[in-house]
Nanobody
Framework: QVQLVESGGGLVQAGGSLRLSCAASGLIFSHYAMGWFRQAPGKEREFVAADSWSVGTTAYADSVKGRFTISRDSAKNTVYLQMSNLTPEDTALYYC????????????????????WGQGTQVTVSS
């Protein structure tokens, strides 16, 4: 049974930083591309960041580029999202997701590509 468990969310002031974690179990982590998405109240879920299971291949939404960094620790089956210079517009429920892929260097931006999702962790940025 695949499980993705996010943690690390919370309340932070604008300009601050947070690091989200997503611990994966029940899957062969090295065969999965991982992604982070977010959903603000009244809005659709949107892509934030993604990586491939080949280290070094990543993608970011334009709104977070230069502020957020996705990384993974394969020994811990964990993917991270380091967020800095946060703004109130970053307030949302953040989800991690996993997509099985044969292709080592491929990352995925589309929600429909992902088979497994976590329950989300809330990030609230105050002004």
């Amino acid at each position: 049974q695949v499980q993705l468990v996010e943690s690390g969310g919370g309340l932070v002031q604008a300009g601050g930083s947070l690091r989200l974690s997503c611990a994966a179990s029940g899957l062969i982590f090295s065969h999965y591309a991982m992604g982070w998405f977010r959903q603000a109240p009244g809005k659709e879920r949107e892509f934030v960041a993604a990586d491939s299971w080949s280290v070094g291949t990543t993608a970011y939404a334009d709104s977070v580029k230069g502020r957020f960094t996705i990384s993974r620790d394969s020994a811990k089956n964990t993917v991270y999202l380091q967020m800095s210079n946060l703004t109130p517009e970053d307030t949302a429920l953040y989800y991690c997701a996993a997509h099985y892929t044969f292709y080592a260097g491929s990352y995925y931006r589309n929600i429909r590509d992902y088979e497994f999702w976590g329950q989300g962790t809330q990030v609230t940025v105050s002004s």
